[in-house]
């Protein structure tokens, strides 16, 4: 939308700064696989911040030096996740300044390891005998 003169009309929630938490939800919706509840968590359809690779994602952020959490949270998160269709898998993504990390249970993390070793080797498969047949 522009004004006569061809500027841009801005709004003034446009021109609000966007909070930490706001960025870090955004990047969570861009990235490959990602996207982005609508006003993240304040319905009770759009629950948590974002979606990604099957995860349900809580954001958080903190300019301190470390982030605590809490096992009654992560575990809400968790029945949350699998209250998601199709059934998602929970997974809390800390900012702590300026390092992101993502906190996933051991067991789905190692599930999702193994799927990729079993994918890679039924990849080099494929391709041996691609290279046998020529």
Do not use: C
């Amino acid at each position: 939308m522009t004004e006569l003169g061809g500027d841009p009309i801005v709004t003034p929630w446009e021109r609000a700064r966007k909070t930490k938490s706001q960025k870090q939800e955004e990047r969570i919706g861009k990235m490959e696989g990602g996207s982005k509840q609508n006003n993240s968590g304040r319905f009770w359809r759009w629950k948590r911040d974002g979606k990604l690779h099957g995860f349900l994602v809580e954001a958080r952020t903190t300019d301190k030096n470390s982030y605590a959490i809490q096992y009654k949270e992560f575990k809400q998160l968790e029945k949350n996740a699998h209250q998601e269709p199709p059934g998602h898998l929970p997974a809390m993504q800390i900012d702590i300044r300026d390092l992101s990390l993502i906190t996933v249970k051991l067991n789905d993390w190692q599930d999702i390891q193994i799927q990729i070793v079993e994918l890679q080797a039924r990849l080099e498969m494929l391709e041996g005998d691609d290279d046998d047949a020529a």
